[in-house]
């Protein structure tokens, strides 16, 4: 696969996403929000990832939003469309087989927020700075930012955020549960393919399972979310994972997962 603005390289089982137009603060532009449909397409069916790092290239930013000079002079049924591109792109990651990690390596600011909300698990680096500037604009997110800020940091600061457009750095996104750690700037990559490796020792089909309950059962009442979750884990023991997990656990060895 070619690529003109993203990168995808494989770190054992696991796959690298680079948003690649350091120029531009890797912003996200229709061309770039078409390359990563079609890598996450790919990589969806590709039983050789086990996890996916997603991450910006350079040092300044991972992503600084959706592209200003792209959008500047569409009408109003171009930008919707384009906002339903990159929701539908979104959707796809977040909904993706396999756990997707964003390593924030600097600006994650309107859709580069928003991308990285619809990501499993979020680490940042130091430098790590987040918002959702849309108002300054005059526009608001249009990448699903009004719909996953709050389900993650609650409605009173999304609002807060959403409103003033303000910029937060990496310890207060922490503090709000918008990150789940922060690493010193070099250091965060190395974390993120630890973390990929200790994901991708486990058993891949119980995790996708997880991975469809939290996600479906966010969507639903509890009642139903639990028998959702009554009804994958009993997949899971249709797995050859689960008998090896547990036949492993009474050996006293090391589960050998097959992902199957
Ligand atoms: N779109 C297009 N180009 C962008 C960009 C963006 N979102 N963000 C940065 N750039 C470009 C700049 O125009 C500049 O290009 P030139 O060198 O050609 O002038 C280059 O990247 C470097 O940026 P700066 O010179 O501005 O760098 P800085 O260090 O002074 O500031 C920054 C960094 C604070 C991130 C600043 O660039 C900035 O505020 N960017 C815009 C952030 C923003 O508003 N994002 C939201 C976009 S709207 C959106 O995302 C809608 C949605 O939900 C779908």
Known sequence: MSF????LERDGD????TINRPKALNALNA????ELDRVFTEIGSDDSVSVVIITGAGEKAFVAGADISFMKDLNAVAAR????LGQAVFNKIENL??????AINGFALGGGCELAMACDIRLASENA???QPEVSLGVLP???GTQRLPRLVGKGLAKELIYTGDMIDANEAYRIGLVNKVYPAAELMAAAKK????????GQVAICLAKSAVNQGLEMDSARGMAYEAEVFGLSFATEDQFEGMSAFLEKRRAEFKGR
Not at 97 to 102: D, E, F, R, S
Request: glycine content about 8%; proline content about 6%; hydrophobic content about 60%.
């Open 4 to 7: 003109e603005n993203i990168l």
């Open 14 to 17: 696991a796959a690298v996403v």
């Open 31 to 34: 061309a770039t929000l078409q």
């Open 81 to 84: 469309g384009f906002a339903m």
């Open 97 to 102: 087989p396999q756990p997707v990690i964003a």
């Open 129 to 131: 700075r987040f918002g």
């Open 142 to 144: 249009g990448f699903a």
């Open 195 to 202: 973390l990929a490796e200790k994901i991708a020792s486990k």
